[in-house]
């Protein structure tokens, strides 16, 4: 598999480094390199990539900024980041956008070839999800189906999916609500990146703020669904798919 990439860095000599590593690197093709994030921006959505690696200081578009603008579109769902940076502080932030990993300068080739495999590792799983006649595909289902994993402060939280009721999205964390469970699993990431965990047989996001388990819905209008108590408004951006669950549930 190749990876298309740009590279994004507004000090020279560190957009020509990344760049000839790239270059070393068979498994990724670069499709161009920026040396400031409104020009980048603007390429991404003209011609979107697998991978970004990019730069967390610069002075237009901070890198931060540029990967939640990325991460609020769905066209460009698929783009993964790769930060690279003169500075650690930023760690907790590049974890909010669903970073793939952050390259602190200087660092060595090892340390990039990594952060590549790393990025491997997660299309390869993304494209044996997304054929339903591969092997692979029906070994990842069947894990996504048993459990779910989130980051619980410093801890790694296994959740059976079977027993999620709903998941809401509270600003910068999810909070997954469990049945026969009074109180929530609270976990710092996006709805997003859980949204992409769940089997989609099984959960749907109809709400910008909320994903719902099918088998535990109570009752639905064409509006609404209820769950657990709650009643969930279904958006417009959402409304199509929900239509479709609607019709079949009718």
Known sequence: MILTCIAVDD???ALNLLTSYIAQTPTLELKGKFSNGIEALK???????????????MNDLSGIELAKVL?????NDNIRIIFTTAYDQYALESYKVEALDYLVKPFSYPDFAKAVSKAMRYFELLKG??????????ENRTADIQYLYVKVEYQMVRIAANDIVFVESD????????????KPVVSLTSLKSVEEKLPKTAFMRIHRSFIVSLDKIKAVTKGTVEVAGRTIPVTD??????????????
């Open 237 to 250: 951006q959402y409304r199509e798919e929900y239509l479709t669950f609607f019709n079949r549930w009718k």
């Open 171 to 182: 600003k910068d964390y999810v909070k997954i609500y469990l049945q026969n469970e009074t």
């Open 129 to 138: 999800i997304a054929n339903p006649k591969s092997e692979q595909h029906l």
């Open 71 to 75: 991460s609020e579109s769905r066209s």
């Open 43 to 57: 390429a991404l959505h003209e011609n979107p990539v697998d991978v970004v690696f990019l730069d967390i200081r």
């Open 11 to 13: 000090e020279p000599l």
